[in-house]
Nanobody
Framework: QVQLVESGGGLVQAGGSLRLSCAAS????????MGWFRQGPGKEREFVAA????????RYADSVKGRFTISRDNAKNTVYLQMKRLEPEDTAVYYC???????????????????WGQGTQVTVFS
């Protein structure tokens, strides 16, 4: 079992930056692929970024590529999402999720993730 707690959300002006953190409980964090998803107002949940268990492979949605960076620190049981050049369209609740499948690469498919955090709100104003 893994429990996930996101933090770092807030209100930011367009063009600004935020760093989200997701702290995981449990001793096996390093065996999980981790993903960030978001759900904007009136929208379906969508994939943002993912990182494999070792941190060696990452994946990004086209809409955030070049602006967001996912990383992890297995010693601290934490995954991060550094967000730069934020746009109003990035406004959403951001969720981190853990996928315990034995694969080489993290998936973009939210249905494959076993554990989810409660989410953190990010609001970008112009």
């Amino acid at each position: 079992q893994v429990q996930l707690v996101e933090s770092g959300g807030g209100l930011v002006q367009a063009g600004g930056s935020l760093r989200l953190s997701c702290a995981a409980s449990g001793r096996t964090f390093s065996s999980y692929h981790m993903g960030w998803f978001r759900q904007g107002p009136g929208k379906e949940r969508e994939f943002v970024a993912a990182i494999n268990w070792s941190g060696g492979r990452t994946r990004y949605a086209d809409s955030v590529k070049g602006r967001f960076t996912i990383s992890r620190d297995n010693a601290k049981n934490t995954v991060y999402l550094q967000m730069k050049r934020l746009e109003p369209e990035d406004t959403a609740v951001y969720y981190c999720a853990a996928d315990g499948r034995f694969t080489a690469t993290a998936t973009m498919d939210s249905r494959r993730y076993d554990y989810w955090g409660q989410g953190t709100q990010v609001t970008v104003f112009s």
